[in-house]
């Protein structure tokens, strides 16, 4: 058969399993960790972005190009470890408590935040500041925040806190996600749509260092000068002016063109836009076409049509004349979708469970004889042993650190909450490829307030809430790329030795250099501020005379009526026999603002309409390889312009 006519990405099967940690992967993790990690921090206090695509594809092709100059044949299993190890070392560090933020940076970001939120009028004005707990963060007097440095005893315990939390929060995450991994991919046989554009990008690269460069390195490189291109106007022109000018230069409003406030004559508390950013139009390239026809239907639909509907017959009260996007989404959740939002989750983790029941008992037998050799499989009872004693943990230290808090909540959290949000978000991976909107908004601050507990303690404990659905895919593209799984284990838990000292070191050189927020750092002088008052509103609801914002916003009747509106949506959609795609999009698009959905299905409309026709078959391939090249490129020229920025405030703070 010609392959153009039947195109896959599964793996051949006589194809076995290599190791990809060894100390080449070290070295690239210390790489990371010393150069990328603080470009990542500036960069997020700047403009609010992380360096994501970068710290992976620019390690992956300096490693690379290295290799080849040293005649040494980089495998791509190698290659795939460095990718996921970047993306570990400088993602947003694991907030504790009542994080609202994508905060860059690795673990100590959380503290950086903490300080600012202790010290900030919002938290003194509601009368929050004195109820902070010492394990959280100093209190403002001390000399630990006001000589802005971790070198004071008063940071030990929340230092503390930190690292176990770090470690106990892998352990959780490996082993649940590992179980989830075997239900969605090996007993349900769901696709994951998504995984290929990582394994892809990682055998193209692997292509060059083994000079055999084939199309995937060309369509890699190709896409790679479009990132550049592109991130030249987009990231770099703002972050050189930047430099130079109170305002930056900005030839693209970043992060979109907003016309919520040009439409609000005709269709009141309603969004509308789209992102400047030419990665959502790729990311419509690769996306399943059915699931991002139903995202814009269920953003547009619910955002844009039917807040105002909603407005109109008093269900939005709060929205105002004026409103850009972001806080007309605020009103029209708090007051409506919030609702709508749970019932998806609700609807899509009992049709998940459901299926998985139907069809565990056929397969599970079968599955297990045909487990790939040389996987670095174990047994489920082991992984979930492993989950369930972590999760123990957490709820002891909780216990310990707020004992007036009812522990059968935590419980809750920990043993059923966090298992039915993490194998629904799971699902979502393997039939979309994203999770966009997979959550329960609220509910632990539901749970707080509602518990009767009074005091702001619990607002900063380590809750053993989490989704580890995403943990499905990533296995997934460990067994694209035929990496064994133990790598992946290895590889972190070194990388998390390295992030938690370089984290420590360069917060506290940069919050050093000036306070966090301020004029030095835009983005969050901006944005912080707003989060600081959310914050303080829901840390002090549980006092006396705090606000009960939550027990207005959540209404069973509307959780229910919406409920039953999904289930018959999603039964519409199955009798009809249209594509189930469409039912999972929407569920998605009803929390997507249609500034990230239209540019999706610009980009779907395109790749089914127009690119696979020009084409033809071999453009189901090009797709993810697209996404990659355009990643790395993108990620390219904003490390530079990190660079120039970092020596620049350097310089500047020597000078002066």
């Not at 190009?65 to 996921?84: C, G, H, P, W």
Request: glycine share 8%; proline share 6%.
């Amino acid at each position: 058969m010609d392959e153009t006519k039947k195109i896959s990405f599964e793996p051949e099967i006589s194809e076995p399993f290599y190791e990809g940690f060894n100390y080449r992967t070290i070295l690239a993790a210390l790489f990371i960790g010393f150069i990328m990690l603080p470009g990542s921090i500036y960069l997020g206090l700047i403009s609010g972005g992380g360096l994501g695509g970068a710290a992976q594809w620019v390690t992956v092709i300096l490693l690379v190009e290295i290799a080849k100059r040293s005649f040494v044949e980089l495998k791509k299993q190698e290659i795939y470890i460095v990718y996921i190890l970047a993306s570990s070392l400088v993602s947003a560090g694991l907030v504790l408590g009542t994080g609202m933020l994508v905060l860059q940076g690795g673990a100590f970001s959380d503290l950086i935040w903490k300080q600012y939120l202790v010290q900030s009028p919002y938290a003194e004005s509601f009368g929050l500041t004195p109820h902070i707990p010492r394990w959280a963060v100093p209190p403002p007097s001390s000399d630990a925040i006001l000589k802005r440095t971790f070198f004071h005893r008063d940071w030990l315990i929340p230092i503390l806190l930190i690292i176990v939390h770090n470690v106990l929060y892998r352990i959780n995450m490996f082993s649940l996600g590992y179980a989830l991994f075997r239900i969605t991919s090996d007993y349900e046989k769901l696709p994951f749509p998504m995984a290929p554009v990582a394994s892809e990008g990682a055998t193209a690269l692997a292509e060059t260092s083994a000079k055999k460069e084939t199309w995937r390195w060309r369509v890699f490189s190709i896409s790679a000068m479009v990132g550049i291109v592109f991130g030249a106007f987009y990231v770099v022109i703002p972050t050189i002016t930047g430099l130079l000018m109170a305002n930056p230069l900005q030839l693209f409003p970043i992060p979109w063109v907003d016309f919520t406030t040009q439409i609000e004559t005709f269709l009141p508390s309603g969004t509308f836009g789209f992102v400047t950013d030419i990665g959502a139009i790729l990311t419509g390239f690769v996306l399943p076409f059915w699931v991002v026809v139903g995202t814009f239907i269920g953003s547009f639909l619910s955002r844009t049509i039917g807040s105002p509907i909603l407005y109109k017959i008093g269900i939005i009260k709060h929205w105002q004349p004026g409103m850009t996007a972001v806080p007309a989404n605020v009103v029209s959740t708090m007051d409506f979708w919030i609702n709508p939002i749970i019932a998806s989750g609700i609807v899509v983790g009992l049709i998940g469970i459901w299926k998985t029941i139907t069809s565990f008992k056929s397969k599970v037998e079968k599955v297990e004889r045909q487990l790939p050799t040389g996987r670095g499989d174990y047994p489920i009872g082991v992984a979930l042993l492993l989950w369930f004693i972590s999760t123990l943990i957490y709820i002891i230290i909780c216990h310990i650190l707020v004992p007036r808090f009812p522990i059968s909540i935590f419980i809750f959290f920990g043993f059923v909450l966090t298992p039915f949000l993490s194998y629904t978000s799971a699902r979502m991976f393997g039939i979309t490829g994203v999770a966009t909107g997979i959550a329960f908004p609220y509910v632990r601050e539901a749970s707080f307030i509602l518990s009767g507990y009074k005091g702001a303690d619990i607002w900063f404990a380590p809750i053993p809430y989490f989704n580890h659905g995403h943990l499905a895919q990533s296995f997934k593209q460990l067994e694209l790329t035929r990496t064994k799984f133990t790598s992946w284990y290895k590889a972190e838990f070194t990388a998390l030795g390295i992030m938690l000292f370089c984290s420590f070191l360069f917060w506290s050189i940069i919050w050093r250099m000036a306070p966090i927020p301020s004029s030095t750092y835009p983005f969050a002088q901006k944005i912080w501020p707003m989060s600081a008052i959310f914050n303080a509103l829901w840390a002090t609801s549980t006092l006396e005379g705090g606000a009960k914002w939550m027990i207005e916003a959540i209404k069973l009747k509307y959780i229910l009526n919406s409920t039953i509106l999904i289930y018959f949506l999603y039964i519409i959609i199955s009798l009809f026999k249209w594509p189930i795609g469409i039912f999972y999009g929407i569920i998605g698009g009803m929390t997507s603002l249609p500034h990230y959905a239209f540019p999706m299905l610009i980009g779907a409309l395109l790749s089914r309409f127009y690119m696979a026709k020009k084409i033809g078959p071999n453009w189901q391939r090009y797709r993810p390889i697209i996404l990659a090249g355009y990643a790395c490129g993108f990620g390219l020229i904003g490390m530079i312009s990190v660079a120039v920025a970092l020596i620049a405030k350097t310089i500047f703070q020597i000078i002066y």
